[in-house]
């Protein structure tokens, strides 16, 4: 995908999310909104009360260039130092400074498919090649993997992965960074809501790069912030392609609150997993594929297989979700985990368009 097209890919998403084609006015009403992996819960009150509490005047001055006192949050609770860690403008701003860092036209780039659309135009961007290896069936990692990286330099690996919601082998992933002569970024954008994450990996080797977001578990996409674990080597070499003030004053006071509210948190993320398993249960119960997922999402697919028909009946009931046309993933759609009446009005409609 160029970047034209990804552009393209995002425009159509727009609309589907108004709610109308091109030339059409829009119509919403009560939209519900299970598109775009958002969290249906507002973020940690230590926010507000912040917010209420902050003198205005400061924003006279720039923010801190590298995040320190954010760094030194971050790095408390994942036990690491503050030279291990680079903040950014959301985790996209974390994957832009590493393609920037490890890939060129003469270095090849690596990703999964299907995943994350951003890998392959990021890699483009620099002008260099992207591999992607095509995950089995069930959206494991094949099993000749390392093979089938050689001469590649960077590889951009979610766990979970996006779109399909699955976690990798975490036992797989650790052989691979050991044995791997490049570097390894694990994205983990949604590894709060799966049983276990890769962190420790960025530690446990020096070409391992293991990124994070605000934006999902922690209800911040709007404030876009994202940070990345590795090496003190790597983050000293990322530190010199970052922009100077890549990220705001108030996304970093933002921020430490939210990270800092860990009892928030995991309430919320519990919450989120009840939601998912019984929407995974009553889409099973209605005839529906549904793939194990570790994420805020779900990927199904709906009886007859044709999800593209199941994405165009739900938009008709003023539901958004996700689909993804192609030949791993058009029999499918994605469905973000919304708050529990969004996720029964979702089923409600559901079980009419599939009564048995």
Known sequence: MNTR????????????????????????NKLIKLNTNENPYPPSPRI???????????????????????????????????????VGNGSDDILTIAVRCFSDAGK???????????????????????????????????????????GVNLLLLPRPNAPTGNSFDKSRIDDLCANFDGIVLIDGAYADFAKDSCMELAMKYPNVIVSRTLSKSYSLAGVRLGYAVAHRNIIEGMMKVKDSYNVNML??????????????????????????????????ATGFKVMPSEAN??????????????????????????????????????????????????????????AR
């Open 251 to 284: 996304t970093q006071k933002i921020a430490i609150e939210a990270l800092l509210d860990r009892d928030y948190l995991e309430k919320t993320v519990a919450k989120i997993k009840l939601t998912r398993a019984r929407l995974s249960r009553e889409l099973a």
């Open 108 to 150: 090849k780039t690596a990703c999964v498919d299907p995943t994350y659309s951003l890998y392959e135009v990021l890699t483009g961007i620099q002008g260099g090649q992207c591999v992607k290896i095509p995950l089995n069936e069930d959206f494991s990692l094949p099993e000749n993997l390392l093979e089938l990286l050689d």
């Open 297 to 354: 999402f779900v990927l199904a697919s709906p009886p007859d297989g044709n999800a593209g028909l199941y994405f165009e009946a739900l938009r008709k009931h003023n539901i958004i979700v996700r689909y993804f046309p192609g030949d791993r993933t058009g029999a499918f759609v994605r469905i973000t985990v919304g708050t529990d009446d969004e996720i029964d009005q979702l089923l409600e409609v559901t079980r009419g368009l599939y």
């Open 5 to 28: 097209e990804y552009k393209s890919y995002f425009r159509a998403d727009i609309d589907a999310i108004a709610g109308y084609t091109p030339g059409e006015q829009p119509k919403v």
């Open 48 to 86: 507000s009360d912040m917010l209420k509490n902050f003198d205005a005047s400061l924003l006279r001055l720039y923010p801190q260039p590298m995040c320190d006192s954010l760094r030194d949050v971050i790095a408390g609770l994942h036990g690491v130092e503050r030279n291990n860690i680079i």
